[in-house]
């Protein structure tokens, strides 16, 4: 009985869990949200990569009188990878140039999240590209955790 207990109490966990990131891959940094984008954005700019915005949705939120939890969107691309990814399938334009999102939850724990390109293979029926999709994945997860380390 115990075990079955603790057996449902895991899959709805998880299951609501995955249902919450849909597409999304999410992972806990050791930094605060402005140290651990500073690092990415170290981190991607000696890749090549474009940094394109930087934005402080913590920082606009205050100013409009709404009291958000630290809130940072690093917006960055490099045409070698999001152009022949386009090619690919055009309308994978709407979610390039690739986004980085980190947050403080409210008990104070700092996460970084992107679009997981998985998820766009099946967001935008790309076919025919698996070994860029995988590139771009691998690429993705390796910066993003020596940006949370």
């Known amino acids: 009985m115990k075990a079955k207990v603790v057996t449902s109490i895991l899959f709805l966990a998880l299951s609501h869990n995955s249902l919450a990131a849909e ?3 999410r992972m806990e940094s050791r930094h605060s949200v402005a140290e651990t ?6 981190i991607l ?8 915005n930087r934005i402080n949705h ?3 939120a205050k100013k409009a009188g709404v009291d958000l939890r630290d809130t940072q969107l690093l917006i960055f691309g490099n045409p070698k990878v999001g152009s022949p990814l386009m090619e ?16 403080r939850d409210s008990e ?4 970084l999240s992107y679009n997981d390109p998985a ?3 099946h967001r935008h029926g790309i076919e025919g590209c698996d070994a860029l999709l995988e590139k771009v994945s691998n690429a993705l997860r390796n910066i993003t955790r020596s940006a949370i380390e």
């Not at 104070?108 to 996460?111: L, T």
């Open 23 to 25: 597409g999304v891959v």
């Open 37 to 42: 984008i500073d690092k990415l954005e170290i």
């Open 45 to 52: 700019t000696g890749k090549g990569f474009s940094i394109l």
């Open 58 to 60: 913590g920082a606009a």
């Open 88 to 103: 690919c399938q055009q309308s994978v334009a709407i979610d390039l140039p690739q986004k980085v999102l980190a947050i």
């Open 108 to 111: 104070g724990r700092v996460w």
């Open 119 to 121: 998820y766009l293979k």
